[in-house]
């Protein structure tokens, strides 16, 4: 961040940790590198998203969480979408994020690394329930078991014995767990069966000590969803257990799988947390249809701050250039319901309704005969699925060649225009042209 003039405004939580944090050391590097720095309080739940939101208001470029988790996970939900970069100066207890980027516990040399960082933008997860209660979490949203922990923990206690205070919540919730059915919506692929938990990742660590979502990257566009069905408690311990000893959810009693859709359906109110904080449901949000949590990515919604010696694992997406070449599939269910006809409109009727789409959109990555994109003008996650009469063009070259059965002419990154319709599920387009943008630096070319 050396590059810019930096004006930062660091939100501190006094009630954070053991104690607070004592920025005098941090103010000192951040001051003698340049910064213009102002500090402000966190003084009750929820401020630090309104500091945030002002932060960005008043022209800062970077907001500084110097709390914990659940401080920087207010700033989030004030950030979203604005060109302002998030840091971190570890205060809290667990620190999940700061251990998940390599930033030092010691504030001195964690100021040191953000006056080094480098900026790199990242997904932001968003959960809605009955499409109320919509909040954004960063590393992870959990359901069930792990939200009961959460709500268990003693805040004071916490404060005075660290991590062991969850330690604690969790065996007292286990007698209570319970296991329930429900129905799972992954990116119109559909799962049933009865679950304890759910804990749906954009990152990878799990409360300081494990991994539930081992896999999961922070910039493709996508979250992991690990779904625990432990269905005794004394599965659950032995699920605690694996947890604490491999540091990964036992395999006999979890799936784990990854969508830019998740809609879990469950006949009873489950607890909900995000990136630790209970997000208060009671009774009145059972419908009819049951409980509908969504949860959704927001590609690249955000920038943080990342230290130059953070080895990247979070931000590896899918190597498509080491990938076998891809087999022509059969067609997909939507090509199928368009060849005999929608609505009484034959699939040639449809073709002639397809539109061009105006926003431009960035591939994240290629499936078989899907690519998952995110919208260049705000993040959203659309699919776009890929059928036997979809052709693409690259931008300047009049030819055009089919697609179907060789989506790796296509990278992650690419900038793409998409003719299509919509199929009628919510984020999809079914294909019929795909125009390829030519990179930025052919662009310049081109002009020059």
């Not at 953000?114 to 900026?119: D, F, G, K, M, S």
């Not at 990555?365 to 996650?381: H, L, N, P, S, Y």
């Amino acid at each position: 961040m050396s590059d810019r003039f930096v004006r930062a405004c660091l939100i501190t939580n006094p009630k954070s940790g053991r104690g607070g944090v004592d920025l005098s050391e941090a103010l000192t590097v951040l001051q003698a590198n340049g910064w213009d720095v102002t500090v402000r309080q966190k003084l009750k739940g929820g401020m630090a998203e309104k500091l945030a939101r002002e932060a960005v208001e008043q022209g800062y470029n970077v907001v500084v969480d110097c709390g914990g988790d659940g401080t920087l996970s207010e700033i989030i939900n004030g950030v979203v979408g604005a060109d302002i970069a998030v840091g971190t100066l570890p205060g809290g207890t667990a620190n999940v994020w700061a251990h998940e980027m390599g930033i030092s516990q010691e504030l001195r040399r964690a100021a040191m690394q953000l006056v080094t960082a480098t900026r790199r933008r990242v997904d932001v997860g968003h959960v809605d329930v009955n499409g109320k209660h919509g909040a954004y979490f960063l590393m992870m949203a959990g359901i069930g078991l792990d939200a009961a922990v959460m709500s268990r923990v003693n805040k004071k206690l916490k404060n005075r014995i660290g991590k062991l205070a969850i330690g604690l919540a969790a065996l007292e919730s286990l007698p209570d767990a319970r296991v329930v059915p429900v129905q799972i919506d992954l990116d119109g692929s559909h799962w049933q069966g009865k679950v304890s938990q759910i804990v749906v990742g954009n990152t990878r660590r799990y409360g300081g000590f494990a991994s539930m979502t081992p896999d999961a990257y922070a910039n493709d566009g996508q979250l992991d969803a690990c779904l625990v069905t432990a269905a005794t408690p004394f599965a659950g311990i032995k699920q605690l257990a694996s947890l604490a000893v491999r540091g990964r959810p036992n395999p006999r009693s979890s799936e784990v799988y990854r969508a830019a859709s998740i809609v879990v359906r469950s006949p009873i109110v489950l607890s909900l947390e995000t990136d630790g904080g209970v997000i208060d449901l009671d009774d009145d949000d059972l419908t009819p249809d049951g409980v509908i949590y969504t949860f959704r990515p927001v590609a690249q919604g955000i920038s943080v701050l990342v230290p130059r010696t953070y080895l990247g694992d979070l931000f590896e997406p899918a190597t498509l250039g080491t990938r076998a070449p891809l087999a022509p599939l059969k067609p997909v269910r939507n090509q199928q319901a368009l060849d005999k006809g929608v609505g009484g409109r034959t699939g040639a009727d449809l073709r002639k309704r397809a539109k061009w789409f105006k926003q431009r959109y960035q591939i994240i990555t290629v499936g078989g005969d899907t690519i998952t994109a995110a919208r260049e003008k705000d993040g959203k996650v659309v699919k776009i699925v890929v059928t036997p009469d979809t052709t693409l063009k690259e931008l300047g070259d009049g030819k055009e060649k089919p697609l179907w059965g060789g989506l790796t002419a296509l990278s992650a990154e690419d900038i793409v225009r998409v003719k299509g319709v919509k199929d009628g599920t919510k984020g999809t387009i079914v294909a019929y042209r795909v125009k390829r943008e030519p990179s930025a630096s052919l662009r310049a070319l081109h002009v020059s």
